[in-house]
């Protein structure tokens, strides 16, 4: 459990959470999304894994990322008030509309590749 607040309690990780509340992303949709550099986009991703709120899978040379199944079920009343109040970082509307944007405009050669 400390884990899990010790990687709630960054800004950068809660941004990361809510774009991928919306769906799967690469890292380099992630790092476009929130301009992040490639090293810093990395250790925040780490982190979050590392205490169990997101897991990983790997496609060619993209690793991508998405809320971990097992977080939800067994953190049911965490998972439902990350997802109302994340959504209310005044970063959200930027980072949400920026998600957008990367998603329609197929930022990188990953959104080229069936998932």
Same mark, same amino acid.
């Given at each position: 459990?400390?884990?899990?607040?010790?990687?709630?309690?960054?800004?950068?990780?809660?941004?990361?959470?809510?774009?991928?509340?919306?769906?799967?992303?690469?890292? @380099?949709?992630?790092?476009?999304?929130?301009?992040?550099?490639?090293?810093?986009?990395?250790?925040? #991703?780490?982190?979050?894994?590392? @205490?169990?709120?997101?897991?990983?899978?790997?496609?060619?040379?993209?690793?991508?990322?998405?809320?971990?199944?097992?977080?939800?079920?067994?953190?049911?009343? #965490?998972?439902?008030?990350?997802k109302h109040k994340l959504?209310?970082?005044?970063?959200?509307?930027?980072?949400?509309?920026?998600?957008?944007?990367?998603?329609?405009?197929?930022?990188?050669?990953?959104?080229?590749?069936?998932?």
């Amino acid at each position: 459990m400390i884990d899990i607040f010790k990687a709630l309690s960054e800004e950068s990780r809660l941004r990361i959470l809510s774009i991928i509340l919306e769906d799967e992303l690469c890292v @380099c949709e992630i790092e476009s999304c929130l301009r992040m550099t490639q090293s810093n986009a990395s250790r925040h #991703l780490t982190a979050l894994k590392k @205490c169990g709120i997101l897991e990983s899978y790997k496609d060619a040379q993209w690793t991508y990322y998405r809320i971990s199944k097992g977080f939800i079920q067994e953190n049911k009343e #965490l998972w439902e008030y990350l997802k109302h109040k994340l959504k209310e970082l005044e970063t959200y509307s930027t980072d949400y509309e920026a998600y957008q944007k990367c998603k329609v405009q197929g930022l990188c050669d990953c959104n080229k590749k069936p998932h």
